[in-house]
């Protein structure tokens, strides 16, 4: 199975068995483990067989010992490293509204911040490797975007960057909570449809919003604010759930199986640019439900 996230489309994150790293056991010193379950293997031994602490002992033909933490992603590594890019997304955010008052000038530089965010996180995404400097880059741009964009929600449907905050923070909570529950089972055949759907999706906003910038659809078309709108936003917004369940999953099967300690910032890096989706999304449905008031 490939991870919706380009960040994860390569080396370990990838699946062919199915429901992935449930039927097997985590890796206990590396080549130790078959490849058959181990999602972090490939023909010819582990990717990561070049960290050392993964291969601890088996190069002097002791028996597989316990793995050794250190030099491995753990949960601690995720929360911390997501905590910087979150936190450079927020921090953008604040100064960009604080600095820029509504107007088409702040409007260009919001587009151009997007453009350059979104730049960054292409060339992160066929990186081999991470690059904490290109994803806090990303981050930081995203932030000045989102701060713009905000402030002129705002000036319109007092709240709503609020309340759409809320909202993400309760999507994101329990998409956790079904997650952890077990309701949610991770398959490839899950994330074939998922991303059958996400990618649908896409090709059809990029569609409608030629057909606004050419005047063929009026009023926003699908993006428009009324009924319509607010079914698209709502099925954007379960499409970001669907990739926050891959980010989940990805995150666990890493730690799982012994991703070398430099992935917790793709991780971060995924998780992101999901809840960046999940925040617009909820903005846009914010914004309609609120009416013209």
């Given amino acids: 199975m490939r991870s919706s996230n380009p960040v994860f489309s390569r080396r370990g994150f990838s699946r ?17 483990v078959g490849t058959q379950g181990n999602p972090y293997a490939q023909q010819g031994g582990n990717p990561y067989a070049q960290n050392p602490y993964a291969q601890q002992g088996l190069q002097q033909g002791a028996p597989p010992q316990a793995p050794v933490t250190t030099g491995r992603m753990t949960m601690d590594d995720v929360v911390m490293r997501s905590a910087m890019t ?9 100064l960009a509204w604080a600095l820029l008052p509504v107007s088409a ?4 530089l919001a587009i151009g911040s997007a453009l350059v965010a979104f730049v960054l996180a292409m060339v992160q995404s066929f990186k081999r490797t991470a690059s904490p400097a290109l994803i806090i880059g990303y981050a930081a741009f995203e932030g000045v975007f989102l701060g713009v964009i905000s ?8 709240g709503a960057p609020f309340q759409a905050v809320l909202g993400t923070m309760a999507v994101t909570g329990a998409t956790l ?11 490839a055949r899950y994330a074939r449809i998922g991303m059958t759907i996400a990618i649908a999706f896409v090709v059809v ?6 057909l606004v910038a050419f005047g063929v659809a ?14 698209v936003g709502i099925l954007a917004i379960l499409i970001g759930a669907f990739f926050l369940t ?3 999953k990805q995150i666990e099967d890493g730690i799982t199986y012994g991703a070398p300690k430099e992935e917790a910032w793709l991780a971060a890096f995924g998780l992101t640019m999901t809840l960046v989706w999940i925040y617009i999304e909820m903005l846009r449905l914010v914004a309609i439900f609120s009416g013209d008031d």
């Avoid at 979150?86 to 604040?94: D, H, N, P, R």
């Avoid at 402030?151 to 007092?158: I, V």
């Avoid at 909570?177 to 398959?187: H, Q």
């Fill in 246 to 248: 891959l980010d989940f």
């Fill in 218 to 231: 009026p009023d926003g078309g699908l993006r428009s604010s009324g009924p319509l709108g607010a079914i």
């Fill in 151 to 158: 402030e002129m929600y705002n000036s319109q449907w007092h």
């Fill in 177 to 187: 909570l079904v997650y952890k529950a077990g309701w949610i089972r991770v398959t």
């Fill in 205 to 210: 906003m990029a569609v409608n919003l030629l």
């Fill in 16 to 32: 062919d068995n199915g429901y992935a790293g449930f039927n097997a056991a985590p890796q206990a010193g590396g080549p130790a």
């Fill in 105 to 108: 000038t702040s409007y260009g």
């Fill in 86 to 94: 979150l936190g450079t997304v927020v921090l953008g955010a604040v």
